[in-house]
Structures are given as C-alpha cells and as structure tokens.
C-alpha cells in the first residue's frame, strides 16, 4: 500500500506501527552509507597493494565519497521536497546498490575512485530524504525526538560497525568484499519501502534554482582540490593549490548574496541568525573533522605500529563506535533534564578529556589507552548528534524537512572528509619532518633512494623499505617511523582538545544567551 502526501503543515498525531517499522527500514542505508567511508580505513592497506594508487589517487579513494556527498547533498535535499522524499530516497538506493558492485570489482584506481564519487553521489540522494521523511511520519514532538535519536544512532553506530564487519571480510575474502554488503541491503530498500514508507512533497515553491546548484559545486570542487594538493604536497608549489581555494572562496560568496536574494533559495541561510542552529551546524563539521582524523590514525596505529591484523584492529576500534551509539541513543533523557545547549557542552567536555588521553598514548605501549581514549572522546559526541539534529530540524517548516536535513548531513560529511584530509595531512608533514634523519642514515645503511623517499613519505614506505636493511638498521628505522607516526597521533589529540574545548564554551555563551532572552 502506497501513499502520497503533499505538506503544508500536518496535523500532531502519534506515529503508529508502520512508521515504526518504516524507521527501522530507513536505518539501513544511513547506517550504509556512513559505513561505506568508515569501511574503507581498513581495506585500504589491501586495496592499495593491489590497485598501487600514488598519494593523491589514495586520498581521493578515501576522501571523495565524503566531499561528493558534501557537495550535493544541498541540492539533493531540496529536490526532494520537489519530486518526493520517497522517490528519491529509492533512486538513490538503485543507484547506490549497482555502483557498490561496480566498486567492488574494479581493476585500477582510476575504476575505483569513479565508483567512489558516484557513490557519493547517491549517498547524497540517499541521507536527507531518511532524516526528511523521519520529520514526515512523527509529527509528535517526544516522538519525533526518540526517532531523530535512533536515526542518529543508526548513523554513527557505524564506526562500530564499519570496522568489525571489515575488518571480517577482510581476514576471509578480497577487499572489493567491503562494498558488496550494500547490494543486498539495498535491494531490500526498493521491495520494503514502497510499502512501509509513505511519500511527501511538498507543494512546488518554484523551479529548483540551477544556477544556485552550479554555483555551490564551483564553490566546493575548487575548495576541495586545493586542500588535497597541500595535503600530499607532491611537488610544484602551494600556489596553485592556494588560488583553487581562492576561486572556491570567492564562488562561495556569490552563492551566499544569491541565496540571501532568492524568495526560495537553494539554502535557506536566514536561519543561521539563530545563534544555537550557527553553532549546532559549525559543531558538526568541527566534530566530524575531529573524530575522523583520530580514526583515521588510530586505525593506521593499530595496525601500521602496534602490528594487528585487521580483525584485532577492528575488535579493539569497536568501543569507539559503541560510545557514541550508547550516548546518541540516551541524549534525549539528558535533553530532558538539561536545555540542548547545555547538555551539548557537557558532552563535548567529556570529549576534551579523550582527546588529552590520546597524547598520552606511546609507541610502545598496548592498544589499550588508545581505546580508551577514543571511547571518551565519542561518549561525549552523543547530545550534539542527537540534540543538535533536532535543534536544526525543529528549526525549519516541515515542508522544508529535505532542506533542513540536508544542512546537517553536509556538515557531518564535510567535516568528516576535512578530518582526514587536515587532520591527515598535518600527521603526514610531521612525519616527514621527523624522519628526516633516520631516513638519511638508513641511506648510508645501504636503502635505495627511491625506498629512502618511500620511508620518508609514509609509516606503510617505512615498513615496507625495512625489508631491504640489515636487521639492526631495519629495526631502527621502524622504530624512528613508529615515533615519528606517534607524535601525528599527539598532534591529533591536542588539536581535537582545543576544538572540543572551544565549541564547548561557545555552546555555554548560547545558553546563557537563551536564558538572558
């Protein structure tokens, strides 16, 4: 049984037993789609040995699924609302599913890195339409809340996921492996969501504005090029990478007058003059670059210095998802006790204390401290995932659901690829600079010059170029490459501490703001 719904603004009644079920439904592919980016931290190791992708091939594998998403899950939203949340929803389920086969199976790097921004691509038609029609179904506020909360845990319980079911098929079959679990899920989507899920559009509010669609990929594309290119610094200077997000920038200015000007923008930005919906949405971004970077290294730690296969990795990285899974899904009860700002920065001030203990963690040492760290820094992400989603749903009409959604899913993926982008990119110079040294003495032990540069470039070249030493020679430049990959880790840590910390007072400044008005 299907039916279509055109919005204006439904009347409140409790949710009965098929949106219930439709809500189960619609956990899958969000919680596939944030597996597809965590999945790949472990099958890269694999993936590259097979594929030889160079340094920029490798951050494109890893970080344009995420920007793809980014960049259009604006528009997606917003078409959404226009042709039929459920509509879209199942295109990007069709679409999702063939691309995930066409990933799994390619031949080069190039194959794979076209698969991964097409998957992105659904992704992004895929992520606002289940928060949007979330919003649809459960017009009740409590229950609204419970189900934006189990949404949210869907989405981030992920990490836990991700990681084990990897690291899985990864002991036992290839790493195309990791892709193929979305084809069947998927296919499940189309047969039961016809079914279970009712669709909603809105009534047309005007044509959906092309040249706000062109204008903010321009803004992004550009952006998102630059950074790579500082990112694996491969030579010919900063300043082409530089004038790319020169161009990104100004693009972006002219995408905010022209939204500011529209009677129905692409972008609604007048709601960025509630000061909680600000910094609810910057919170995201900074968040989900913060956790990204942690578990991008800390996957590499695990496996790269303390040596585990890839299902003791996982094993040891589940905590870090079942954190944040447990703190999402118990937010609302915090929520209910404190005002959402509050419990936001309670949360993100156990998160600073995570962050301190990842600079504690050394070389030497077992996995255990790091875990730990990971955990507590998660924990404290659950109010802001859970509370801050809402904030920024209750914040719009309910026929701009798909618009609203949109805004927080570019956040979380946007700061999730600048994560292990900067984050990323900022381990690797520090690497680099401190394997300077080592690497030259290892030259004079008797390394080739182009493994030398290798040991130079990444903790994988390291290991990799100790193979052809002496032992003793080998042993310490393992053991400069584990420091050296170490001291990124601290970096990591202290930078996620001061973020956490900042967001943490300015989510203070908000409440008392809202108390004072």
């Known amino acids: 049984m299907s039916t279509t719904t055109t919005e204006t603004e439904p009347a ?6 098929r949106a219930w079920l439709g809500l189960a439904l619609l956990t899958l592919p969000t919680l596939l789609v944030s597996l597809d980016m965590n999945v790949l931290f472990l099958a890269l190791p694999r993936l590259t040995a097979d594929l030889e992708p160079s340094s920029t091939e490798q951050l494109w594998i890893t970080d344009g699924y995420g920007f ?34 066409l990933a799994a199976f390619s031949t080069s790097a190039e194959m794979l890195i076209a698969a991964r921004l097409l998957l992105g691509l659904a992704g992004a038609a895929l992520m606002p339409s289940t928060l949007a029609l979330i919003t649809s179904m459960f017009t009740e506020e409590r229950q609204r809340g419970r189900a934006i909360s189990i949404w949210a845990t869907g989405n981030f319980t992920s990490a836990a996921l991700g990681p084990v079911l990897g690291g899985f098929l990864l002991q036992h079959f290839w790493w195309g492996s990791v892709f193929l679990v979305a084809a069947p899920v998927m296919v499940l989507v189309l047969v039961a969501g016809p079914v279970l899920l009712p669709e909603y559009r809105t009534p047309a509010h005007g044509r959906l ?28 200077g900063p300043a082409l990478p530089v004038a790319a997000i020169g161009v990104g920038v100004g693009v972006g200015v002219l995408f905010v007058r022209r939204q500011l000007r529209l009677a129905t923008p692409l972008l609604d930005l007048r709601l960025f003059r509630s000061p909680t919906f600000t910094a609810v949405l910057c919170a995201l971004v900074l968040v989900g670059a913060t956790m990204a970077g942690t578990g991008l290294l800390g996957t590499q730690f695990l496996q ?10 996982a094993l040891w990285f589940t905590p870090m998802g079942l954190a944040v899974g447990l703190s999402t899904m118990l937010a609302p009860m915090l929520g209910r006790r404190l005002p ?16 301190l203990l990842i600079t504690q963690v050394g070389a030497g040492g077992g996995p255990l401290l790091l875990v730990v760290a990971l955990a507590v820094l998660a924990l404290g992400t659950g109010p802001l995932f859970a509370l801050g989603i809402g904030v920024v749903m209750s914040a719009v009409p309910t026929e701009r659901a798909g618009s609203a959604a949109s805004m927080s899913e570019t956040s979380n993926f946007l700061g999730g690829s600048l994560g292990m982008a900067l984050l990323g990119a900022a381990g690797a110079g520090l690497y680099r600079q401190q394997m300077a040294d080592s690497v030259a003495d290892a030259t ?28 003793r020679a080998a042993a310490d430049l393992l053991r400069a490459a584990h420091d050296a990959f170490t001291g990124g880790l601290h970096v990591a840590g202290v930078a996620g501490a001061v973020i956490f910390a900042g967001l943490a007072v300015c989510f203070l400044r908000v409440h008392r703001r809202s108390r004072q008005s």
Request: charged fraction near 15%.
């Open 209 to 236: 504005d092309l040249a706000s669609v062109a204008l903010s990929l321009v803004a992004v594309l550009p952006i998102v090029y630059g950074i790579k290119r500082l990112a694996v610094s491969e030579g010919g």
């Open 304 to 313: 790269s210095v303390l040596d585990l296969s890839p299902t003791a990795a």
């Open 444 to 471: 004079s032990a008797g390394l080739p010059a182009g493994a030398a540069h290798s040991a130079q470039e990444s903790l994988a070249g390291a290991v990799g170029s100790a193979h052809r030493l002496p032992d």
């Open 12 to 17: 409140v009644e409790r949710a009965g037993r």
């Open 68 to 101: 793809m998403t980014a960049g259009f899950v604006i528009t997606m939203g917003t078409l959404g609302d226009r042709i039929g949340r459920r509509r879209l929803l199942l295109i990007g389920a069709a679409g999702f599913g063939a691309v995930s086969v």
């Open 340 to 355: 959402a700002p509050a419990a936001i920065a309670a949360g993100l001030t156990c998160s600073v204390l995570g962050c």
